[in-house]
């Protein structure tokens, strides 16, 4: 399955799936057909979810399932399973799909073994969390969660459509009249496309919690020996893209004294940003994209644009390197007679998961590996945004020399044969634990 889904692509030649695509439709078209086999009811939300739902089956605490039962406590709370099928460009196959693919097995699985679940299970196909289309990350599950904001909505992909217009032409409405606000509620603003409310699709109370299961993308399960691990927190980030701006010049005739050269300032402050990140312990901080405005060979740069993503366990390490960074951006720009603007794309608090949910899942990776390791995780995950709604937590599973974001990552089969053991055990355990 995984190799038949990381052939379905954007780019011919390797692999790239980004928020909204033809290739995301195809993607939501083949991983839907194997929700169908396994027995859930398929559906594609308005900001492109993918959503397989598995009705419950057993008798809950709320006494025998009744189809909207009278009031909500009679209806059976939801687990929710998943994780992203958009990619980064030239990308691995199982950062993502490994998550959305595993619980369709575990499902299919359990249901051929005739166990009854006590609560509804939801396998979730977010349709955008690495931003890479648009400068946000989290777009799909924003989108579930009811949390994107007219601000989200107003973001210009490379093209200059915005997020609005996107998910207008995904559902087949005029984009002229697209996005805006809604209305506000007491609580938070609602934000819409056209007739679209882009609302929350569960309350918090309805919730069991949102477990993912991600390949680690880091080396602690390979230096470990060991196939799968939970994880505690989700380190914070911070993305920014900022425009450095000089004057451009001719090449041959520019004394260097007399320049105001954008590139050259980019790069020093570049450079002065992985000086601060490399003397400050567990902090990453990284430019993944650099565009010399109307380039040239014999031009002074004259506009640079770039992206700056900076990361930290601990929000009040990365808040401080963020003012060490401000402070160093302030010195080149001046130093150089440059302006420079910063526009904040993303902001994530560090995300504890939940210890309760994540220790039900330890006790089924302690069942099936014998040990249970706990890790915190670098990478951003969709959990950042669903813990505002339920519950979190993480299974990280083994990947080769912890390489990710890059065409040769690879996870082996024995070790999903390890994490789909452990999320059928996890599932199965809950149903009793449910049952009381
Ligand atoms: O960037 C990340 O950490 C994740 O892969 N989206
Ligand atoms: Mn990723
Ligand atoms: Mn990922």
Known sequence: ???????????????????????????????????????????????????????????????????????RSALPKTLLLGSHLDTVRDAGRFDGPLGVLLPIVALGELRRRGVKLPFAVEVLGFSEEEGVRFASAYLGSKGYCGQLTAKDLAMRDADGITVGEAIARWNGLPVRRSLGEVGTSSRSKRVGVNALHLNATHQRGELLGYVE???????????????????????????????????????????????????????????????????????????????????????????????????????????????????????????????????????????????????????????????????VSGAGHDGVVMAALCPVAMLFVRCRAGLSHHPDEYAAPKDFAVALAVLTDFVERLAKDYRG
């Not at 692509?9 to 086999?37: C, H, I, Q, Y």
């Not at 009811?41 to 598995?54: F, K, P, Q, Y």
């Not at 003012?323 to 504890?352: D, F, H, M, S």
């Open 213 to 375: 299961v991600h390949i680690e993308q880091g080396p602690v399960l390979e230096a470990k020996k060991l196939a799968v691990g939970v994880v505690s927190a989700i380190a914070g980030q911070s993305r920014f893209k900022l425009t450095w701006t000089g004057k451009a010049g001719h090449a041959g005739t520019t004394p260097m004294a007399l320049r105001r050269d954008a590139l050259a300032g980019a790069a020093e402050f570049i450079s002065g940003v992985e000086a601060i990140a490399r003397r400050t312990p567990g902090l990453v901080a990284t430019v993944g994209l650099l565009t010399v405005s109307r380039g040239a060979a014999n031009v002074i740069p004259g506009e640079v644009v770039h992206t700056l993503d900076v990361r930290h366990a601990r929000d009040a390490v990365r808040r401080s390197v963020l003012r060490q960074i401000g402070r160093l951006a302030t010195q080149v720009a001046n130093r150089r007679g440059l302006v420079r603007r910063w526009q904040r794309t993303q902001e994530n608090t560090a995300v504890a998961c939940s210890p309760a949910l994540t220790a039900q899942l330890a006790r089924s990776v302690a069942a099936v590996q014998g040990k249970s390791p706990s890790l």
């Open 1 to 71: 399955m995984v190799v038949e889904l990381g052939r379905v692509t954007d780019e011919p030649g390797r692999l790239t799936r980004t928020f909204l695509s033809p290739a995301m439709k195809r993607a939501n078209r083949l991983v839907g057909g194997w929700m169908k086999d396994a027995g859930l009811t398929v559906r594609v939300d308005a900001v492109g979810n993918l959503i397989g739902r598995l009705e419950a089956t057993g008798v809950g605490r709320t006494g025998p399932v009744r189809r909207g039962g009278a009031g």
